[in-house]
């Protein structure tokens, strides 16, 4: 018989939930209880820039992939128009066949630069998995994947801040055969977020000061059994904040810094139950826990009360220097709990960027030398739509 679940249980083992597993030996008395969701993909940071950074960009200067890490920072960019694509080779130290597409791209409207449109695409593909019979042999290849579409709205409400709204479509097919009618799932979610930014003057030099908000994938539930367990979508709050001081009139630094906590209650685990019908009757309360209701008690939900609920906040820093805005040296740094998951990493990269594109290029440097997230590389390109309209603009009249 076709094992359908094959590529579901492929993913969890190559997922953000199992990688903590290999340092489990580290945790002693310690419990170990991450956070679980469904579609753990979409936690992934998509592009070079904010993949440089530690995994952070909640109030870094807007580009064409805020999409993914502040969306109401588009009303404060400075072009009206761009597009980016970036590529990311995930866990290649497993597999080689696993991989990230993402394509960004907004547009400011009208003449008075308040408002903006934006949308996304992602693609997260878990590569050929084969389906073997019951004597063993392989008999069918799948292809299991994951991807969110979404389009959002950003617009200025002062001269200092700003809001923004996104609307995304998730669709989940980890398993698959032909024989049977065996279909993906799919879910609907939203983004609110916010973005203040001030201008003070430190010593003789104007400085930004930024703040950001991001709650993302407020939605449904999605289940891959027809309904009779659904996973909570990794619902996560980021606020960040980032200072850029100019050191004079070519050489920028930015530092930033960015919390991250999954709005999701925490599984219940069986230890702190003494009767298995007590754990099966919570077990049950959380399945039955709608997703609103969900944000609110993964606030108030850890086992280990206050000081565990603190543990599930995860960090980001980073610093971004630039040279006239064309050369950039990034690097930063993502730390996790060891209870909660113990990624934690060292990010580099560069950037190089012209008035019609930028290319950007990041690396991870994993502390644990058996981490599948070592040596992650990320790659993005970027065009500025306004670059290229003043570049055929100059070319049409040569041409006359």
């Known amino acids: 018989m076709k094992n359908r679940i094959v590529g579901f249980i492929t993913f969890l083992s190559v997922s953000f939930l199992s990688l903590p597993a290999l340092a489990q030996d580290d945790l002693k008395n310690e419990i170990f209880n991450p ?26 200067e807007p580009d ?63 590569g050929e998995i084969p389906i073997n019979g019951e004597d063993g042999a392989a008999i069918d290849v799948v292809h299991p994947f994951e ?12 001269d200092s801040y700003s809001m923004g709204v996104v609307f995304r479509y998730i669709y989940s097919d980890l398993a698959y055969s032909r ?38 994938n407020i939605g449904s539930k999605i289940s891959y059994d027809n309904g009779n367990r659904s996973a909570f979508l990794p619902t996560n709050l980021r606020v960040g904040t980032t200072f850029l001081f100019p050191m004079d009139d070519y050489n920028r630094l930015a530092l930033s810094l960015d919390l991250n906590k999954l709005l999701v209650p925490a599984k219940p685990l069986r230890s702190n139950y003494e009767s298995d019908e007590d754990y099966e009757e919570a077990e049950e309360d959380y399945y039955n826990t709608s997703s609103i209701s969900g944000i609110f008690k993964s606030f108030s939900d850890a086992p280990g009360g206050f000081k565990e609920e603190m543990k599930e906040i995860n960090l980001s820093l980073g610093a ?33 960027a012209l008035n019609v594109f930028r290319l950007d290029a990041a690396y991870v440097i994993s502390t644990a030398q058996s981490s599948p997230l070592d040596q992650t590389l990320r790659f993005s390109l970027s065009f500025d739509m306004d670059g290229i309209r003043d570049l055929l603009g100059r070319s049409g009249g040569r041409r006359r």
């Open 179 to 216: 024989e049977e009618d065996v279909k993906g799932a799919s879910a609907f979610a939203a983004d609110i977020s916010g973005y203040l930014t001030r201008y003070p003057i430190v010593g003789r030099s104007e400085c930004q000061w930024s703040f950001g908000y991001n709650i993302s």
């Open 35 to 60: 956070i679980q969701t469904g579609v753990n993909s979409l936690n992934i940071a998509p592009d070079a820039r904010g993949g440089a950074l530690g995994d952070l960009g909640a109030a870094t």
């Open 147 to 158: 991807m969110a579409v979404d389009v959002g709205y950003s617009r200025k409400l002062s």
């Open 64 to 126: 064409v992939n805020s999409q993914y890490w502040n969306p109401a920072k588009y009303a404060f960019a400075y072009s009206r128009a761009g597009v980016s694509i970036s590529y990311t080779p995930w866990l290649r130290k497993l597999v080689s066949d696993i991989n990230l597409a993402y394509l960004a791209t907004y547009w400011k409207l009208g003449d008075s630069d308040l408002q903006a449109i934006s949308a996304s695409m992602r693609y997260f593909s878990l």
């Open 320 to 352: 971004e220097y630039s040279y006239n805005d064309q050369f950039f040296v990034r690097a930063g740094y993502f730390s996790e709990n060891k209870t909660k998951g113990n990624r934690k990493y060292f990010t580099m990269g560069a950037g190089f």
